[in-house]
């Protein structure tokens, strides 16, 4: 099989007049013959050959055999909580993005359905199984204290009990974990985040190697209609082309941020993937190919927060991560911001806990902003 990259560039082909992309499809619709008979396309919210070029190349980078795109992550995280129906309980792995949280305290007790929170994969056994679970949703590294949990492991735990699995991989990226091949139903991802990496556009994937699954993946597109539309496919397309390149700067500036400044007096605990205990580490390293671009830190006490992020000049505090820009932001009050207080301290997303996402600037000037914010707080 061809390389992530290449494959990122060339999986494909429908090139029309040796252009050297391929164009977009703006027709909201598309002529049918006489008899009644629907062609390929049909509808835009069906599908669409833009759409289809976008959702064919990241179903290679997954090494699935369906992908669906959405007009943003929780959308593709919605079509897969929404597979929770009625009487059935989500087990949901904590401390997960807000967006995700909302769903499952929001819409599933609307449906009448339930939600057990687990803060600790490593204990899970077939008695948490017990009220009707029909999934498990997890993130892997937890946004935002990056704690890692076995996903092969939850997979069988899982199967045997009769749910399915989903992994929000929206940190990591096919290019440095793929949950499907360790075990899990669905991947759902924001592409407003790594996928896309420019902070200009909002689009999710989900994927699938489960033709049930992906029909109703599908379905959730047709009927909800929250699909993406032709030219932010089209972008998607072309954005994800240099996800690998991206990442690995991205990466490598993180690896040697997080060096740099764990011993600074400023910094009390720092949090990134396998951060947490040895064994950790050691699942991380298993399943996944690097510890992506996101870390965390909880500010010491007597340091100002406010101080730090004003000081701050290449890094930008604002919500999101994966952009090639740097971004810092306050998961409490932020992408946690709907929370209990109660489930705030539970899960560990502690008041001076900052996540830091990691861009692709020059690592020198990184390193200086980030100190001299440090130094000010
Ligand atoms: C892990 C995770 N999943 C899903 C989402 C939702 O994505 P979107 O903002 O594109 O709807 C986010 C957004 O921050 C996220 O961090």
Redesign the pocket.
């Known amino acids: 099989m061809a390389g992530f990259t290449t494959r990122a560039i060339h999986a494909v082909h429908n090139l029309e007049k040796n252009a050297i992309v391929p164009p977009i499809y703006l027709a909201s619709t598309f002529i049918q013959p006489s008899d009644g008979t629907p062609g390929e396309y049909e509808y835009q919210r069906g599908s669409n050959p833009t759409r289809t070029a976008v959702e064919t190349t990241l179903a290679q980078l997954e090494n699935a055999q369906y992908s669906y795109v959405y007009s943003?992550?929780?959308?593709?995280?919605s079509a897969a909580l929404g597979l929770v129906r009625n009487g059935e309980t989500l087990l949901m792995g904590m401390p997960?993005?807000g967006?995700?949280y909302r769903f499952a305290t929001i819409e599933l007790p609307k449906r009448g359905a339930h939600v057990k929170f687990i803060a600790d994969f490593t204990t899970l056994s077939d008695e948490d199984f017990s009220d009707n679970v029909t999934m498990v949703f997890l993130?892997t590294p937890t946004?935002p204290t990056l704690k890692v949990s076995d996903i092969t492991r939850i997979s069988q735990i899982a199967h045997r009990n009769g749910a399915i699995v989903v992994v929000?991989n929206?940190?990591l990226t096919p290019y440095l974990q793929r949950p499907l091949e360790l075990g899990a139903d669905i991947t759902?991802?924001?592409?407003?985040?790594y996928l896309s990496g420019h902070a200009d556009l909002?689009?999710?994937v989900a994927s699938t190697n489960n033709p049930e699954l992906a029909e109703e993946l599908h379905k959730a597109q047709l009927i909800l209609g929250g699909i993406l539309p032709p030219a932010d496919s089209y972008r998607l397309l072309q954005n994800v082309k240099t996800l690998g390149l991206r990442l690995e700067r991205q990466q490598e500036n993180a690896q040697r941020l997080i060096q740099a400044i764990k011993k600074h007096p400023a910094v009390d605990c720092i949090l990134y993937p396998g951060s947490a205990s040895a064994e950790e580490t050691k699942i991380q390293s298993q399943q996944a190919q690097g510890q992506g671009a996101v870390f965390s830190f909880i500010l010491a006490e007597g340091h100002d927060i406010q101080k730090f992020i004003e000081a701050l000049n290449i890094f930008s505090f604002a919500?999101?991560?994966g952009g090639i820009e740097s971004l810092v932001c306050l998961p409490a009050t932020m992408?946690q911001g709907a929370y209990t207080q109660e489930h705030l301290d539970m899960f560990g997303v502690h008041p001076r806990l900052i996540r830091v996402a990691v861009g692709i600037e020059d690592y020198e000037d990184l390193l200086e902003d980030f100190t001299t914010a440090l130094n000010a707080s």
């Open positions: 943003s992550g929780m959308g593709a995280s997960s993005y967006g995700n993130e946004n929000d929206t940190f759902v991802q924001s592409a407003t985040k909002l689009g999710g919500v999101s991560l992408t």
